[in-house]
């Protein structure tokens, strides 16, 4: 975990310095606390998925530019190198699969949820677009009050800048691909 802890702590500073932001105004944008903000760049502490995805959105930048080394452009990544970043108990997960790509504009997550809990995720910037697929299990998905049923093989897509929820409502671990596109 420790690797993590080092990714995110450089690539924060690394956004904020290169913007001029000082800890002040970083906290003010992302509606996450100087303090926090400042474990955070010592390595001191490990953000949640909500404060990341905070974060993220208030710097106007994607998820794994947060969590993802930065290298070459081409590259493979091993099962074992992915990043899992854990909340709600542990019982939701999510492994970046596919690092944001600045040509592209998405990035890839693989999400476990364990039966009978949920995730609810805050709106994310306009113009994020969500595309999730069901690859083992079924989802229920509440969006802004919309509630969808996701079986297995299946998939929704969704603009993502409005408040979201993701419910295991089968009894065994539900299995998702999420790609997440933003829009230039």
Same mark, same amino acid.
């Given at each position: 975990m420790k690797q993590i802890e080092d990714y995110i702590s450089k690539n924060l500073q690394t956004i904020r310095?290169?913007?001029?932001?000082?800890?002040?105004?970083?906290?003010?944008?992302?509606?996450?606390?100087?303090?926090?903000?400042?474990?955070?760049?010592? $390595?001191?502490? =490990?953000? @949640? =998925?909500? @404060?990341?995805w905070k974060i993220a959105n208030g710097l106007k930048v994607s998820f794994s530019s947060l969590i993802s080394q930065q290298t070459n452009p081409i590259r493979v990544i091993k099962k074992q190198d992915r990043h899992l970043i854990t909340e709600e108990k542990n019982h939701y997960r999510v492994h970046a699969a596919v690092p944001f790509s600045p040509e592209k504009q998405f990035e890839v997550f693989t999400v476990e949820l364990d039966p009978e809990n949920e995730h609810k995720s805050s709106p994310h910037n306009p113009g994020v677009e969500e595309h999730v697929f069901v690859q083992d299990g079924?989802?229920?998905?509440?969006?802004?009050?919309? =509630?969808? @049923?996701?079986?297995? $093989?299946?998939?929704?897509?969704?603009d993502g800048n409005q408040t979201h929820i993701y419910r295991n409502i089968g009894d065994k671990v539900l299995h998702l691909l999420v790609l997440i596109y933003y829009a230039k």
């Open positions: 310095k290169e913007r001029g932001l000082s800890l002040d105004k970083t906290a003010k944008i992302t509606e996450v606390s100087k303090a926090m903000l400042a474990q955070i760049e010592r $390595g001191d502490s =490990v953000p @949640t =998925v909500t @404060t990341l079924q989802l229920e998905m509440d969006i802004d009050g919309t =509630v969808e @049923t996701i079986d297995e $093989g299946e998939a929704i897509i969704f």
